[in-house]
Every structure is written in C-alpha cells, then in structure tokens.
C-alpha cells in the first residue's frame, strides 16, 4: 500500500514520522507521491498551543469527508494529540480515525495493518520485516527509500519524554516522562545514518542536557556526543548538533566538549522564556534572569563564535507591561541569533491553565510578540552582518529556487549560484550579502552575481 505521513511541530515529530516511514516501508508499503494516491494517511500532530492542536483538527475535518467517499482509506492519528497515557480517548469524538499512535510509537499502525491485510499478504510482509530487522543492529534506522543519500540532515531522538514540568507546558502530558535511549541504540541509529548518506544530526531532547539522568551511573550527553563524534567521524557524517537545551544542565563540561570536537557545531538552543523573575517563577522556570545572563556570557567565552538561540513566551499569566519591558530589554542586551517567539496559549491540565488567569488580551499578545520579532530582526541582521566577506564553511542540502542551499556551522542559511554540484558537500564560502534570515555568498575564485536577488526566507521554528 502507498502510505502519506502530514507532521505538524517539532523537530521530534518529524524523527516519529521518519521512524514510522521506515517501518511502513519494511514491511513493503511505499511513499505515494501524491497524497491523494496514498492507501493509509497519517497526521502526526503537535498541541504545544492551541493554532497547532486547531491545525490537527482541521486536517481532521478534510479526512472525515476523504473517509466518507473512500471508506478503505486508513487513517492514523499520531502525536501529542493522541499522548501516551490514554491514546484511545479520541476514539468516539473521531470515529474517522483508523489508528491511534502515541508519540514515537509505531506499533498500533504495524499491528493495524497485519490484522487487516489478507492472510498471505501478512505472513509475506511479516518474513520481509523479520528479514530486515535481522539485518538490522540495535537501534538502526531504514531511512524510507526516497530519503536513501538525499536526506542531507536528520534528527535522533536521545531523549523520549519530559518530567520537568514548566506551568504552561503541556508536552510532559503527552510524551510522557523522561527516558534516555541506551547509548548503544542512538550509536546504530547514528551510524546507519551515516551510512544512508546523512551529513548532519541534530540529537533531540526536550532537555537534552538531562540526557542520561535517569540511567544509574548514566553517561551525561557530553559523554554521549564523544561517542557520537567517534561514530560521525568513521561514517562521514560532518555536523552534530544537539537542542533543546535547560539552562540549568547546561554544564561547564557539555560547554568545553562542544568547544574540542570539531564536527559538534558552535550552536547552542537554550530558551530563557521570559526576562522577568517573578515570570520566570510563575513558569516554574527554575533559575533568575541574572543566572541566565550568566550562562551565555559563559557560553560566548567558551565556544568562540558560537550562535545562541532561545524561545519566548509574551502574554504568560499576569504579564504586566513593564515585565515584558524586562523580556524586550534582556534580548537587546544579550543579542542572540534567533527568539522564536511564541504567544502564551493555556494548554489543558497544565498548572498555568488550571490556577491562573490568561488575563493578557490577544491584541497586546500579538503587540508584545511584534515588538520582539521586530527587535530580533534588526539584532540579527546586524549579527549577519559582521559575516560580511568572511569565508565560512557551508554544508549544502539541496536547491531552491536555483540556488544551492546550505547552512554555516552557526546554522545560518547560505544561498550560492553555482552550476557545479554542491548536494551534501561542505564548501568554503565567502559571504557577499547579509540579511536577518538569510544571506548569499560565491564559491572563491568564482564571480558573485552583480546584483544579489534578495531571498529572504522566514525562520524556521526550531520548535513549534
Ligand atoms: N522542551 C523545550 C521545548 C518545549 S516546546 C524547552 O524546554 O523549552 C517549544 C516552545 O514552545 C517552548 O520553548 C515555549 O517557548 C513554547 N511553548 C510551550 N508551551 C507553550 C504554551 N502553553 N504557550 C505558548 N508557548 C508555549
């Protein structure tokens, strides 16, 4: 059967979609090109606010009538609108819906399927997938065939759930609590990487940096991106990069280890969420806005040019306008490279929505959230700026628009006009033309274009 997989959210969605993929496809069902060709239909959803759970649904709503006029149609629901803890709750509500799939979880669609294929057909698909996971160490990954060598970047999840709870945060609901992978299984799942022509991993955790916390005597990530590194170097793969960082486990040690391994990329994601302190206690953040300042100003001193990233609530519970003053002046004085801004949505059961008010009108939300989007975008095009005729090395993934796309260590976007073959390459190049998203550069020795056609793309979420 043809399978489409649509992932909303986070970076981790789109590693549970590649997971499910990869077994759908061991199993011998194929990719449809076209979704509406496709047999089975995933939505792999993301509810961290209420426009992504609304996105869900709407989705939701267009299958239902797809469901009605093709009742052999499978459809899958996956994700954090379906959760752990009691994924068949929704059943009744959407009666279209075949599957329900936890986050990170394959297995209910692997089962679906086997149940109701022929007979024959099972026992056929059972043997090709006993085959290929034999063929298979601990933890490696198929990548689905169209990704086989043209997948440039991918994600490894190594750490499932969360168990630290911020007020607002709906996330440790429905993915569960913390657990690390064995280092063991993400070493396979690295290297078969590797070996499918992947240049870039980015490890993946809601705290990274709790990695191995919950394992007696665990290695800590900077052990783990040791060995990493070591699998990286034997299988080609040039970039490690690792988020979402806490600020309160982001030790001296994971610092200093970014710093020595050269293909561990100078990119840190640590969200502070707000400048404020009483905020920040409402939110159950854990440290002061002081220590945050702290932290990247040790972070600047010990990764040299290292790009620093953070996340942002505007309009949390009882935010009063000189509070968000805080927020707004803490990143003009730090000037980070990139604020995903968020506005503050209560998300149900979470402390924030069950014990305090969401008194902030949307109007002012959407002007606190402005105001720092407008902030961002001139610090950073100023940051960019200072890359102005550097060289830098630039790992390119594929073509837009004519162009060679690619990103910096610190992970900015590069354009280049070239008619040689860049896919999967790490080129040096020098940069001729800076702006807040994006910026151009040539390949040295060869002419840049007169007038660099501007192409300005717009950030992309590091998490939704
Ligand atoms: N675990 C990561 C990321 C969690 S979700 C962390 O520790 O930060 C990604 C981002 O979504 C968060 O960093 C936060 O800025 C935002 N977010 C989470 N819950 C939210 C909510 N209820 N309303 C608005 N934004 C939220």
Known sequence: MRYHIWTLGCQMNVADSQLLASELEKRGHHAAEDWEEADIWVINTCVVRQSAEDKAYGRLNELKHLKQRHPGKII???????????????????????VFLPPSDPAPMIDFLSQHSAEGE????????????????????????????????????????????????????????EHSRPVGEIVGHVRSLGRQGVKEITLLGQIVDRYGKDIPDGPTLADLLRVVHGVAEETGIERIRFLTSHPNWMTDRLLDTVAELPRVMPHIEVPNQAGDNEVLARMKRGYTIEQYIDLVGKIRDRIPEVAIHTDIIVGFSGETETQFQ???????????????????????????????????????????????????????????????????????????????????????????????????????????????????????????????????????????
């Open 76 to 98: 899958g629901l996956m994700g954090c609108l379906v959760g752990v803890r009691d994924p068949l709750r929704l059943r009744k509500q959407l009666p279209q819906v075949d």
């Open 122 to 177: 099972a026992i056929q698909a059972e043997a090709a997938a006993r085959a290929e996971r034999d063929a298979l160490q601990d933890g490696e990954l198929l990548l689905p065939q169209h990704e086989r060598n043209a997948l440039i970047s991918a994600h490894v999840p190594v750490v499932y759930g969360c168990s630290f709870a911020c007020s607002y945060c709906i996330i440790p609901f429905r993915r569960g609590i």
């Open 326 to 464: 805080r927020t707004y002046d803490v990143l003009a004085q730090l000037r980070l490279d990139k604020a995903h801004i968020a506005k503050y949505s209560p998300r149900p059961n979470t402390l924030s929505a069950r014990s305090m008010p969401d008194d902030v009108p949307a109007d002012e939300k959407e002007r606190r959230r402005k105001a720092l989007d407008d902030l961002q975008a001139q610090v950073v095009a100023e940051i960019n700026a200072r890359w102005l005729g550097k060289t830098v090395p630039v790992l390119f993934e594929e073509q837009h628009r004519g162009k060679w796309r690619g990103r910096t260590p610190q992970n900015k976007l590069v354009f280049v006009d070239s008619s040689e073959n860049l896919f999967g390459r790490v080129a040096n190049v020098e940069i001729t033309w800076t702006g807040p998203w994006s910026m151009q550069g040539r390949l040295p020795g060869r002419q840049s274009d007169p007038a660099p056609e501007v192409i300005e793309i717009l950030p992309i979420a590091s998490t939704q």
